[in-house]
């Protein structure tokens, strides 16, 4: 046996026991005649002791052991004398009798300890180095129980999961496809699946009833914190279901899973509708861990005063925040920095604050009479020690959006935002479509497979782009943590939704076909969502970047570092597949 024991368990009523353990030398101290090392495994830190008194020669052999020696020892567990609280080992250690060096290591590029020295490339670079450290794999235990709660609880509901091809043709969710070459059929590729939509909805036509599966989808965007090129969803679909069933069994599903993982029993969640968000938040995934909602200020503001810039706005909406009446002239320069940064993209900023004694002083008292200044303290609700910021602008869409990250940075700024403060909600009654100034046509906002609500269909010849979808996305702390929709399952409806989209009834044949020749054979009404399990489990782990919850993860531009993929192929295999590479000039 390599050990009897694991560098986690051992506590005071082990002592007296003899052990063996193995695991990697963290770090080893001398003191005086004796040597201390930590030995590290999965699960936890060990302290071991070598006496030069009663055995020089293996003293000497511990004195030789290097950062992340991978040894074996056999000891006793004795109390210690100075105990540490911060481990769990930490009144116990092991008098060492026999020590054996299972291998030697290279001095590690980096301090694999809780807190690193190594930058995060570095770090990446040597992936399974920093996966040692307890803080790194902490997240992948949280990860793993996560995806086994997710499993127990889609089983104790009847879903089966099924596994989908991962080599598949291009399915459209409006990224770009990660795309393969087929030696077998030259010229011809497979695209990875975005996710696996259409075939989800092909096993509900197969009469699967309950489907769900934790798998990898392939998208080829460009990366942010919360994006990876590759990533995990936790994708579900179910036959003979409205809307309403869905929200409850996957409100189910997240009450299982914040209480089953973190212990917290989370309300009802709150059903907004899109255009709720938009208006109150200006966003389609409001972070609701605090109030601060956008008051539209269009009746107070424009034409009431000679301020040109609100006379002309299309929209102009403030935000009330708490006791903020303190922000000093040169704060209030920097959030006007803040919501001018071409990310964000606002012209400026007015500003207004509430005295102690109810008097309103803002940046634009010059324009409005005491009258307009007092209404607006009415609209705004504000208090004596408020601060009320306004944005507006000739875009309703933009201005709402750049309020909001107005909104978010103050929120952050008063401490609003805990990480450990969850907040979720339904976003319900998305629009079907989107304009595209890209495109220049509408879009789907969710995919092309939506259904519209019934009562909204009429409106797909006069007026698609107000046609509301059966479509829902749970939103947490501000997160997109899954979405769906209720589907097409009529052939008819469906091919009418890809003409509106711009396919020509031969296009749509062509990508489509196999989906609307299915659906003529009795498809049944079903509907569906999926979660990002990257982006939850980084929730539940209160992380930065959905990053440090992945095992391997690329960097922004697309590579693994530690692989150093993606590569060059060999010219042999560029033949065998007919290709060729013209690689631009620079
Ligand atoms: N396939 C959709 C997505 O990846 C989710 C769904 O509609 O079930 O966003």
């Not at 694991?6 to 193995?22: F, I, K, P, Q």
């Not at 020089?56 to 511990?62: G, I, Q, R, V, Y």
């Not at 399990?533 to 992380?543: G, I, P």
Request: one cysteine or more; proline letters at 5%; aromatic letters at 10%.
């Amino acid at each position: 046996m390599y050990r009897t024991k694991t560098c986690g368990e051992l506590r005071l009523a082990n002592v007296g026991e003899s052990v063996t353990l193995c695991g990697w030398v963290q770090r080893t101290r001398k003191m005086g005649g004796m040597t201390f090392a930590d030995l590290r495994d999965r699960y936890g830190i060990t302290q071991l002791v070598f006496d030069e008194s009663t055995d020089s020669a293996l003293c000497a052999e511990a004195n030789r052991l290097g950062r992340e020696w991978v040894i074996q020892v056999v000891g006793e567990v004795s109390e210690r004398q100075s105990k540490n609280k911060n481990l769990p080992t930490g009144d116990i250690e092991i008098i060492v009798r026999k020590l054996v060096v299972l291998n030697e290591s290279a001095v590690p590029p980096f301090t694999i300890e809780e807190q690193s020295d190594g930058g995060d490339d570095l770090r990446m670079k040597y992936r399974y180095l920093d996966l040692r450290r307890p803080c790194v794999r902490k997240n992948l235990e949280l990860r793993h129980k996560f995806a086994f709660e997710v499993r127990r609880y889609l089983d104790q509901q009847g879903f089966m999961e099924i596994e989908t091809p991962v080599l598949v043709n291009s399915t459209p969710e409006g990224a770009r496809d990660f795309v393969v070459p087929s030696r077998m059929n030259p010229g011809q590729f497979y695209a990875l699946p975005q996710s696996p939509q259409t075939l989800k909805q092909l096993l509900m036509v197969a009469g699967m009833d309950r489907y769900f599966q934790i798998v990898k989808c392939f998208r080829d965007e460009d990366l942010r914190a919360d994006r990876q090129p590759e990533f995990t969803q936790i994708d579900c679909e179910m036959s003979f279901v409205e809307q309403e069933d869905i929200l409850q069994m996957f409100e189910g599903m997240s009450r299982h899973l914040f209480k089953s993982i973190l212990g917290i029993d989370i309300p009802t969640l709150p059903r907004m509708t899109w255009a709720d968000a938009m208006k109150y938040y200006g966003s389609d995934k409001p972070d609701t861990r605090f109030d601060m909602k956008f008051v539209e200020l269009m009746d107070v503001l424009k034409g009431t005063g000679e301020f040109g810039v609100f006379n002309e706005a299309e929209y102009i909406g403030g935000i009330c925040c708490e006791g903020q009446a303190v922000y000093t002239r040169k704060q209030l320069d920097q959030l006007t920095d803040f919501v001018r940064r071409p990310q964000i993209g606002a012209k400026g900023l007015v500003y207004a604050r509430v005295g102690e004694d109810g008097s309103v002083k803002s940046s634009v008292d010059k324009f409005y009479s005491p009258e307009v200044l007092e209404n607006l303290k009415q609209a705004m609700n504000a208090k004596p020690g408020d601060l009320i910021l306004i944005i507006s602008g000739p875009d309703t869409l933009k201005a709402r959006k750049q309020l909001c990250e107005l909104r978010l940075e103050m929120g952050s700024r008063m401490g609003l935002r805990p990480k450990d403060k969850f907040s979720c909600l339904w976003v319900i009654d998305f629009p079907m479509y989107e304009w595209s100034d890209e495109e220049q046509r509408l879009m789907a906002m969710h995919h092309p497979f939506t259904s519209p609500k019934p009562e909204d269909i009429p409106l797909l010849d006069t007026d698609p782009a107000s046609v509301r979808a059966n479509a829902y996305d749970m939103v947490i702390n501000g997160v997109e943590v899954g979405g769906g929709s209720i589907r097409i399952h009529d052939a008819k409806l469906q091919q009418k939704i890809f003409e509106i989209l711009g396919f020509t009834p031969e296009q749509a044949q062509q990508k489509f076909g196999f989906l609307m020749n299915a659906f003529k054979y009795g498809a049944p009404p079903h509907g569906g969502l999926a979660y990002g399990l990257d982006r939850f489990v980084s929730l539940f782990a209160q992380l930065d970047s959905i990053r440090d919850c992945i095992a391997f993860p690329k960097n922004n531009s697309g590579r693994d570092v530690m692989l150093d993929a993606p590569g060059f192929i060999d010219q042999s295999q560029l033949d065998e597949l007919h290709l060729q590479i013209d690689l631009p000039k620079e």
